[in-house]
């Protein structure tokens, strides 16, 4: 992993008891789960003021007072949300790229006879429990994600998610079932988010119950449809669905 180096371009951000130096511009690069190691996008700044806002949401919800507040907490001065030119959508986003990022170090498969759509479930699974804390906030999230200026990147990363699950379930896929294995998981990932948010069982079990249903689905599906031109037919259907999730009205 590349090395971040520091400057002062943020020091004058920090209260008077804080004297930890500030990194440069966050490190971007593409993003493909079979090439490269996961980094994390986001300065050390960054990541302070943004995981500190992290804790205000369940009672501030994504909004810019959370934001405030997160940088108070970290040390920084108001005006260091102006780090975050998007907003609220910048907190999202930074909860939606720390999850996915967290899969791997949350979830291993010792037994080798467990099989990729085991695999596949499990780790769905537990990104969904990565939205517990925050569940009672996630609409206001999927409404801001849905504005046009959002609703590119949110698109990125529900396909990053849904290849970094592939990619963790030890899947080998080359050929074109690759791309439609993706598509259908992010409709099937982002669908049961949505029926989360108004689910209120025990430990969301009905939530849990609803993706195995949405995966048993997919698998007869897959079985059932033999050529390319029907799986496309399905994977637009499954955009579709996608996008309505995002609150689109499609």
């Given at each position: 992993?590349?090395?971040?180096?520091?400057?002062?371009?943020?020091?004058?951000?920090?209260?008077?008891?804080?004297?930890?130096?500030?990194?440069?511009?966050?490190?971007?690069?593409?993003?493909?789960?079979?090439?490269?190691?996961?980094?994390?996008?986001?300065?050390?700044?960054?990541?302070?003021?943004?995981?500190?806002?992290?804790?205000?949401?369940?009672?501030?919800?994504?909004?810019?007072?959370?934001?405030?507040?997160?940088?108070?907490?970290?040390?920084?001065?108001?005006?260091?949300?102006?780090?975050?030119?998007?907003?609220?959508?910048?907190?999202?986003?930074?909860?939606?790229?720390?999850?996915?990022?967290?899969?791997?170090?949350?979830?291993?498969?010792?037994?080798?006879?467990?099989?990729?759509?085991?695999?596949?479930?499990?780790?769905?699974?537990?990104?969904?429990?990565?939205?517990?804390?925050?569940?009672?906030?996630?609409?206001?999230?999927?409404?801001?994600?849905?504005?046009?200026?959002?609703?590119?990147?949110?698109?990125?990363?529900?396909?990053?998610?849904?290849?970094?699950?592939?990619?963790?379930?030890?899947?080998?896929?080359?050929?074109?079932?690759?791309?439609?294995?993706?598509?259908?998981?992010?409709?099937?990932?982002?669908?049961?988010?949505?029926?989360?948010?108004?689910?209120?069982?025990?430990?969301?079990?009905?939530?849990?119950?609803?993706?195995?249903?949405?995966?048993r689905e997919v698998q007869s599906i897959g079985t059932a449809m033999g050529s390319v031109g029907q799986w496309?037919?399905?994977?637009?259907?499954?955009?579709?669905?996608?996008?309505?999730?995002?609150?689109?009205?499609?």
């Open positions: 992993m590349a090395a971040r180096t520091a400057c002062p371009r943020l020091s004058c951000l920090r209260g008077p008891a804080f004297t930890k130096r500030c990194p440069v511009s966050p490190f971007h690069r593409s993003y493909h789960s079979y090439e490269h190691d996961p980094e994390s996008p986001f300065t050390d700044a960054e990541d302070s003021i943004l995981s500190a806002a992290l804790n205000h949401v369940p009672s501030q919800g994504f909004t810019t007072l959370a934001l405030t507040r997160g940088a108070e907490d970290a040390g920084y001065l108001d005006i260091s949300t102006n780090l975050f030119p998007r907003g609220p959508f910048d907190l999202i986003n930074y909860h939606l790229v720390t999850q996915r990022l967290a899969l791997k170090d949350h979830v291993q498969f010792p037994d080798p006879s467990i099989g990729v759509g085991a695999k596949v479930r499990t780790l769905a699974l537990q990104r969904l429990r990565g939205n517990k804390d925050i569940i009672h906030r996630w609409q206001e999230a999927l409404a801001i994600m849905a504005l046009p200026s959002n609703m590119s990147p949110s698109i990125a990363e529900l396909a990053r998610l849904s290849d970094e699950i592939w990619f963790l379930a030890s899947d080998t896929s080359v050929d074109t079932s690759w791309y439609t294995k993706r598509a259908a998981l992010s409709a099937i990932y982002s669908s049961t988010e949505l029926f989360m948010t108004t689910d209120a069982s025990v430990n969301h079990r009905e939530t849990e119950h609803f993706l195995d249903r949405r995966l496309m037919g399905f994977t637009a259907a499954a955009t579709i669905n996608v996008l309505r999730s995002k609150g689109m009205r499609i």
